[in-house]
């Protein structure tokens, strides 16, 4: 998932006619490159200067609007309520294939969680921990561009006045497990090879 740059960074996601000459390809080749396509979604920004794609091969089963009062105070400062809806996914689903000079991020807490957004148009883009090795990206379903929303859950509110359900905590908690096991939180676009953020943070507090 490394991120590719230029003008054609959605005609990536459709394979040339090369790619889909059959005798090319091994026996069932065909079908499994149709189920790799079907798989991405795509990811912009409101400008559209920022674009990638997010696999759900894994199709998420968390998908959260939150009403924490950091999440609440990230909308107000971004001037965005849509920075409040998050699916959950792990790092190595999210590709960033162009407008990667664009991203910047923020923390309200030296500690707290690093909220990614395109300075280009302030579109929000995910949340992260502090740490790159913990398998967890909160993409905003704003930048998703997705016709079949079962492919990421029913969005449940949370926190604040309303009580996370237990299902969507035990959701959450499973995919984080699977994704330690299975070590989902490389490659990671926010972070580089050291671990450290492609960007440095801003502290607002």
Not at 170 to 197: C, V
Request: glycine share 8%.
């Amino acid at each position: 998932m490394h991120p590719r740059s230029g003008e054609q960074g959605l005609e990536a996601l459709t394979p040339s006619k090369s790619e889909c000459v059959p005798q090319r390809l091994p026996q069932g080749g065909t079908q499994l490159a149709n189920l790799e396509q079907m798989s991405l979604v795509k990811l912009r920004c409101r400008c559209g200067s920022v674009l990638g794609s997010l696999d759900l091969s894994r199709p998420s089963r968390v998908r959260v609007v939150c009403h924490c009062g950091d999440c609440s105070a990230y909308a107000r400062h971004i001037g965005s309520a849509l920075a409040t809806q998050i699916v959950q996914v792990t790092p190595d689903q999210l590709t960033i294939r162009a407008g990667r000079e664009h991203l910047r991020c923020l923390r309200l807490t030296e500690r707290g969680l690093t909220r990614w957004f395109m300075a280009c148009c302030k579109t929000p883009l995910a949340n992260t921990s502090r740490h790159a090795w913990l398998p967890f990206v909160g993409v905003m379903s704003c930048v998703l561009e997705i016709e079949d929303e079962s492919r990421v859950g029913p969005a449940v509110h949370a926190n604040g006045a309303h009580p996370t359900p237990w299902a969507t905590v035990f959701r959450s908690l499973w995919a984080l497990l699977r994704g330690f096991l299975f070590r989902r939180h490389r490659p990671n676009p926010f972070f580089d090879e050291r671990g450290r953020p492609i960007v440095e943070p801003q502290i607002i507090a």
